[in-house]
């Protein structure tokens, strides 16, 4: 697996986990530390998110805004051979 490949699934697990936790919190709201847990969680997905773009471009269309050019279509979409290499 390349890095780019690498970093992506990285910051799938943290915001699968993030989502996680979140789903926890709907039943179990007054959970102090399940509500530390999904900050640091969502904290550590922005991080990656953001690292992410910075160096292979936005993940979503509306992230582009933060470019100086519209490169959205620039990466290779799931469905690419090299998407899934």
Known sequence: MDEQANRLRQLQAANFAAYDMLLYLDTHAKDKKAFEIFKSLVEKTNRLK???????????????????????LDNPWP???????
């Open 79 to 85: 469905w690419d051979k090299e998407a899934n290499d």
């Open 50 to 72: 953001k690292a992410y773009e910075t160096d292979y471009g936005p993940l979503t269309a509306y992230n582009s805004i933060y470019s100086s050019e519209f490169n959205w």
